[in-house]
């Protein structure tokens, strides 16, 4: 059974970070994309990071680089998300998928979501 599991969330203040968990299990993780995406109330859903697989590459959202950092342990089944310097813009439920590939076909598998709120 595929899982993916977020944590880490919560209330901050403006200026303060937090640092979200995704656990996955049920899939091979090491061989997953994954990706952390948010969603703010009223607002289509936002693609935040993405780390590669293999290479570990990764992106980011515009309006989070320079503050939010990805990254994973695949000895672990767990990708990060460090989020620096957060403002009442990075409130939302923030998500993570994995896309995965097996026998040819890619599978996307998305978590419950953990809720992040900045304000004062």
């Known amino acids: 059974q595929v899982q993916l599991v977020e944590s880490g969330g919560g209330l901050v203040q403006p200026g303060g970070s937090l640092r979200l968990s995704c656990a996955a299990s049920g899939f091979t993780f090491s061989t997953s994309a994954m990706t952390w995406y948010r969603q703010a109330p009223g607002k289509s859903r936002e693609l935040v990071a993405t780390i590669s697989s293999i290479s570990g590459t990764t992106t980011y959202a515009d309006s989070v680089k320079g503050r939010f950092t990805i990254s994973r342990d695949n000895a672990k089944n767990t990708v990060y998300l460090q989020m620096n310097s957060l403002g009442p813009e990075d409130t939302a439920m923030y998500y993570c998928?994995?896309?995965?590939?097996?026998?040819?076909?890619?599978?996307?598998?998305w978590g419950q979501g953990t809720q992040v709120t900045v304000s004062s």
């Open positions: 998928k994995a896309n995965s590939r097996l026998l040819g076909v890619n599978y996307d598998y």
